[in-house]
């Protein structure tokens, strides 16, 4: 009997290192749909960004970020810490909007809208200009040290600096006026915190755009990770078309390739090389793809010499490329709109709504009453009152819940804009109207000038046992 041959199968040892090291990106200059799309969306947001901190609104900066003053104030509207719950719906709305985006296309906001990415191709952009395109920039750095070479690297980092200082100042133009900023620092006039601020943002955007660039979009930003977890078959992507592009190989514009058993990939690289963070396409869906549709621009440019289809990289859907229809409408997309919509409706609801005044009362606690020279029964109260807006305002001060007591003391009150008001006020009432000994009562406070601003605090008058 002839035995079974046995044949060893383990699998050879492979040391594998945790740590990867990083490979140099030379993104190659192109041309394109999408590259012009996202031109248009990052110059509209870095107009946005170093533009709106100039903005007036009566008579004051625009937005401002009080934070020494514990004061937001974005168009004539003032937010204190009190309005901190608006914060927490505005970046929940926030958080839906991106999951809604991401359900529907995918990683367009990486692409498109991102601060990293739009900075970094600002960056790529300044360092095309100085050191030329991706071929220039490979032979050059494999050289050695030379005039031309030292002033090619100086003039990219001096205006990468350029960028980044500008960049620091209009931030920090949204916390200390841009107005007063920009003057303190031609003389040289800036607190300890505002020069470490101001150099902080300064280094950070100079690091991030220029030198981790897609490091940040593939190890450190939290988005890249979860993001395909909301992906679903219906969901917009960066796909290569197998089936129309394989076998790859090259070939002559004319040439019959299809005889030579060749799809309409002609594998010429140009997609790996104007990617931004260095993937291939066509190795399939990849986490570090940021949807950003350069390699579209690519080989659309290529397919159209070649004298092919265009689209054998495209914005698609895996349903689409295995021949399936596409829904729109589907139950989780249609869950997040609905949330999104309730949510925007409840916010804009809560904010249009919104009183600029605060009012609160704190009944004095020394005493329980005291007893007036009169007999009468007094309690004492302290009104704080807190103007919102941005106008000096005149209230009037008023109360119900008491038959037959008065206030004593001053119920016309003048408060300056942003200003936080201690008003102290007394209620005085004959004892023999009392038939018990605590009641509850309101406070209202009410603008001179606008009766529909408006605002009331609850407290209590305690008086003897009848």
């Not at 719906?89 to 991106?98: E, G, K, P, V």
């Not at 940040?216 to 219906?234: E, H, K, L, T």
């Not at 689209?311 to 596409?326: A, F, I, Q, S």
Request: proline share 4%; glycine share 6%.
């Amino acid at each position: 009997m002839s035995q079974i041959p046995v044949k060893d199968v383990t699998p050879e040892k492979e040391v594998v290192s945790l740590y990867a090291e990083r490979e140099h990106i030379y993104v190659k200059f192109y041309r394109g749909i999408f590259k012009n799309l996202r031109i248009i969306s990052s110059a509209l947001m870095l107009v946005a960004f170093y533009g709106a901190s100039w903005l007036q609104y009566d008579g004051r900066q625009a937005i401002h970020f009080d934070l020494p003053g514990r004061q937001f104030h974005i168009f004539g509207q003032t937010f204190w810490p009190q309005d901190f719950m608006l914060l927490s719906w505005l970046l929940i709305i926030l958080a839906f909007t991106l999951f809604f985006v991401t359900v529907f296309a995918g990683r367009l906001w990486c692409g498109y809208a991102c601060p990293q990415f739009v900075w970094t191709w600002f960056f790529m952009w300044a360092e095309r200009i100085a050191e030329g395109d991706r071929n220039a920039r490979m032979k050059r750095d494999k050289q050695p040290m030379s005039a031309e070479k030292f002033m090619r690297k100086a003039a990219k980092h001096t205006i990468w600096i350029i960028i980044a200082v500008t960049t620091s100042v209009a931030f920090m133009g949204y916390f200390t006026p841009i107005r007063e900023l920009i003057p303190n620092i031609l003389v040289l006039d800036l607190g300890p915190w505002e020069s470490w601020w101001l150099a902080f943002f300064a280094v950070a955007t100079y690091g991030n755009a220029g030198w981790l660039r897609e490091q940040v979009c593939i190890y450190m930003c939290p988005y890249a990770r979860f993001q395909s977890v909301m992906f679903d078959q219906d969901t917009l992507i960066i796909s290569y078309d197998e089936k129309r592009g394989e076998s790859r190989g090259s070939r002559k514009r004319d040439a019959d390739y299809k005889a030579e058993g060749l799809g309409d990939c002609i594998d010429c690289g140009h997609c790996v090389q104007v990617c931004p963070v260095g993937i291939d396409i066509r190795d399939g869906l990849q986490y570090e793809c940021v949807a950003c549709g350069a390699c579209v621009d690519a080989c659309d440019d290529i397919m159209e010499r070649m004298g092919y289809e265009k689209g054998l990289v495209r914005y698609t859907t895996e349903h689409e490329l295995e021949g399936r229809k596409t829904h729109l409408i589907r139950p989780r997309l249609v869950g997040y709109l609905v949330a999104l919509l309730a949510m925007v409706s409840a916010f804009s609801y809560v904010l249009l709504t919104r009183t600029p005044l605060e009012v609160d009362t704190i009944r004095g606690r020394g005493e329980l009453y005291t007893t007036a020279s009169n007999g009468d029964i007094r309690n004492t109260y302290s009104v704080k009152i807190a103007n919102k807006s941005q106008q000096d305002m005149t209230y009037t001060i008023s109360f119900e819940g008491l038959e037959y007591a008065e206030l004593v003391g001053a119920t016309e009150v003048r408060v300056e804009a942003g200003e936080l008001y201690d008003h102290t006020i007394f209620i005085q009432v004959d004892p023999r109207a009392l038939e018990r000994p605590n009641y509850e009562i309101e406070f209202e406070v009410t603008a001179v000038n606008d009766e529909s601003i408006s605002a009331t605090s609850e407290s209590r008058f305690i008086g003897p046992t009848p």
